[in-house]
């Protein structure tokens, strides 16, 4: 076990090392760049321009940027974001919580309602249920989430006035209920998708372990269809479920871009998609670090938890 | 900022003499800062709060420090700067007791002598006294090669700043510069006592939870989401008449709007509501929906250096083959108005006789006919081996201005003129390619004045040339030594009077030799609820944050 984990982390730093250098390359060689936001001022001049650029330490070769950059990485300095000069740990920390809530919720309600549409659908297979959710997970996996989230505004707020607008309290309120009242419309509408995708995994997980010898043995014995269901069907399906959720792990971390901007969720979506938006390159390389190190805890979480339930798989 | 007001922008003595031969509008303007219907009673207390929703989220909250439109609603309120500009374009005293000009010897006759006195009554949010030494602080932070300050023009003329006494400072001139007036509305003062102990002031704590001496303090922060300012009782003017002013951050346009209709927002402030929703808005129970002026001029700006534009004849047949009404009424559901001018029509400084622009194709065809642009075989228009084909760029992901660009090319391609579309994201487009100009041609949208001030400088003359080595914005290369010469002229004159004369000669130049296409004059769609008394909109400043302190809810 230790031995897998010192080969995994020494595979992992080696992704991380190209992950950033790729990504800093990248980042940095896009034309236009953190400054070009004071292009249309009326008032700074080109010596305005170069000033802040030389403060940022943009004007520097992009190898003694990048290097400069993961020496201050390895020390545990993340730098400090071009917008507010926060560090961008900072930065990170205050929109993960509302992160962390909506994928949180969102996707404990894909896991549940999911795993019990792919059962149901297995148990029933053929059946008008199936049938109906086969097509519904096409939908959902076909239909922009964001076409969703505009329609489920129009529809329960505009219209029927059940749920607000958006946003993740009310201001001035923030309690536990106006929370959850702001929640509901959001995480639903996130859900879909994945809901859909772990409908259909648990679906075909399900029906594998359904062909299984065991279970025609425990038939056989007269074990009930209800326990055989609970005890030995759930738990081998769930087997490859857990690496999807090890997988789905960043995603629940690093946020839903379009989701947070429909619902205005102070989340990471947004955090990420407006830092890329300004070329705000520390907190942009910030966030892709962190993704990529969400990645591989993820997988390797995963394999643990796998090799722990499924005795048969051994870590080496 | 208006052609009502026919006086200076720079005393309050000037406005009120004006006022007093005509200018009927301009009578509340000294006032709008002060009293009248505005005012509290000094022993009512500021009720309510006003959520203002807007697109990009304000992030830089040291109004030194290099920042973008959207940060301006939260330094006005916070912080207060030496003057302030009013709607009508008259600079009112705001930490000063007057604005000082020639006649009251604020300023020397040769416009390098500057002393300002300052109020007696102002006090930090922290309970601290403001002095003329945190002036002189704010005034040497700016030109502090170690910090990340905004813009340094105008502020690195000054030279021998001397406190007098604690309300009363002085400063020289490097040279005569009759913007800085305008320049120092935008300029606000920050606490020499807290900022001086920091070793880097860039990163200082006090950049996310500032310490001003404006009508509202600091309250709370929650990135991503809203800013919440409260009322300062303290305050040494009238107001603040509400509670909370909650600057809430909505980044999609179209959610933006929704949160309008459903009641989260009161106030829609920039970028406002996208003309698309003009109509609808306007019908929307409870809410005020109004097309304010803004400062913000739209053009088909052209890159004079390349072959295809250095010909006059060129620039003329293609401003005369763009259907502007067709653009305006057909594309932004009659929003914007048509302009000539770069300067806003509102300004004391506007030139109302230039030409009219007239769309008229045949006249475009004799004129390049004329000048010898001739169809190839390919139908497009050739001279001396170079082709009438250029791009033509601007922002990727705004509907409007895309569908103008497909507009335009369709009515070139009749006249022999191939344009090419080449859009870029924002942050690459006004980069390098545009302020070193590598561009053929663009559509943007951009201000040309800081404040009233109708110095353009920056923008037009051919010192200001970045992709020649110049220190300014001038993308589109331009140069006319008449324009030159009448630039330097404007930024070392006083008199308003003499200063119009410039700044229409100038109009009528650049009306002229065309170094851009003028399309219109920006007016935004400003919405609110309809019991929010106060707003006044204010295009001599970016933001309709500009007077907070003023904004109350009608009991």
Known sequence: MSGFLLNRLS?????????????????????????????????????????????????????????????????????????????????????????????????????????????????????????????????????????FGLIGIYIFTLKLGWVPAGNMYTIGDGSVLDYLHHLILPSLVLSLVHVAI??????????????????????????????????????????????????????????????????????MGRLFLDSLGYSDYPVVMGLLIFSAILVVLGNLVADIVIATVDPRIRLA | MTKRSATSNYSRRDALRMVAIGGAASVFAPNLLGKPALARTSTAKPTGRVIVGLGQEPTVFNPLMAHIEVDDGVHFSVFDALFRIDP?????????????????????????????????????????????EDVKFTLELIMNPNFRSWRTAGHALVR??????????????????????SFLTETFIVP?????????????????????????????????????????????????????????????????YTQFKSGDVDLVGQPYITPDHYREAKTL????????????????????????????????????????????????????????????????????????????????RKILDKAGWVPGRDGIRAKGGVRLSFANSTTSGDPLREQAQQFLQQTFAQLGVEMKISNLPAAVMWGEFWQQSQFDSVIVGSTYLIGADPDVTNRLHSRSIAAKGGRGSNNA???????????????????????????????????????????????????????????????????????????????
């Open chain 2, 88 to 132: 009508q374009g008259v600079i009112q005293p705001n930490l000063a007791v007057e604005v000082p000009n020639q006649k009251n010897g604020g300023i020397s006759e040769d416009g390098l002598k500057w002393r300002i006195r300052l109020r007696d009554d102002v006090r930090w949010h922290d309970g601290k006294p403001f002095s003329a």
């Open chain 2, 192 to 256: 020499k006592h807290i900022l001086e102990k920091e070793a880097n002031p860039s990163n200082a704590a006090f950049n996310q939870a500032p310490v001003g001496t404006g009508a509202f303090k600091w309250g709370k922060r929650v990135p991503g989401d809203h800013l919440e300012l409260v009322a300062n009782l303290e305050y040494f003017g009238e107001g603040p008449h509400i509670e909370r002013l909650v600057f809430k951050y909505i980044p999609d346009l179209t959610v933006l």
């Open chain 2, 477 to 555: 290369q331009y140069a006319n030594p008449e324009v030159d010469a009448l630039l330097d002229k404007g930024a070392r004159t006083f008199d308003p009077e003499a200063r119009r004369a410039i700044y229409h000669r100038v109009q009528e130049l650049v009306r002229q030799d065309l170094p851009f296409l003028p399309l219109y004059q920006s007016n935004s769609v400003q919405g609110q609820k309809k019991g929010i008394s106060g707003v006044m909109p204010n295009g001599n400043t970016r933001t309709e944050s500009w007077n907070a302190l003023a904004w109350h809810w009608a009991s």
């Open chain 1, 11 to 147: 595979q992992s730093i080696v992704l991380l090392v190209i992950v950033s250098i790729i990504g800093f390359t990248v980042l940095n060689l896009m034309p236009g760049g953190p400054l070009a936001q004071f292009g249309l001022d009326p008032g700074m001049t080109q010596k305005d321009v170069e000033r802040l650029a030389e403060q940022l330490g943009l004007n520097r070769p992009l190898w003694i940027q990048y290097l400069d950059w993961a020496w201050r990485l390895i020390q545990g300095d993340w730098g400090h974001s071009f917008r507010d000069g926060s560090s961008v740990l900072t930065v990170i920390g205050r929109h993960l919580s509302a992160t962390l809530l909506l994928m949180g919720t969102s996707t404990a309600l894909a896991i549940a309602i999911g795993s019990w549409i792919g059962i149901r659908g297995a148990t029933h297979r053929y059946s008008l249920f199936d049938y109906c959710a086969t097509v519904g997970a096409m939908v959902a996996l076909s239909v922009p989430t964001f076409w």
């Open chain 2, 285 to 364: 129970p409870n809410r005020v929906v109004t097309l304010v002026p803004r400062a913000s001029f739209e053009s088909f700006y052209l890159n004079l250096e390349r072959p295809q534009f250095k010909e006059l004849a060129v620039r003329e047949a293609l401003y005369a083959a763009i259907d502007k009404e067709a653009i305006i009424q057909g594309l932004y559901y009659g929003v914007p108005a048509p302009t000539e001018t770069f300067m806003p029509k509102q300004s004391l400084y506007y030139n109302p006789n230039l030409p009219a622009h007239e769309y008229n194709l045949d006249r475009a």
């Open chain 2, 160 to 181: 021998d700043i001397t406190v007098i006494s604690p309300t009363e400072i002085s400063w020289r001139m490097e040279e005569a510069f009759a913007p800085y007036l």
């Open chain 1, 198 to 267: 772990w409908s259909r995994y648990m679906r075909t997980a399900t029906l594998d372990a359904l062909s299984q010898d065991f279970i025609k043995t425990a038939r056989a014995k007269g074990v009930s269809e209800r326990r055989i269901l609970l005890k030995h069907v759930v738990g081998n399906a769930l087997l490859p479920m857990i690496t999807l959720a090890g997988m789905q792990l960043p995603s629940i971390l690093t946020g839903a871009l379009v989701t947070e901007t429909v619902f205005t969720w102070p989340g």
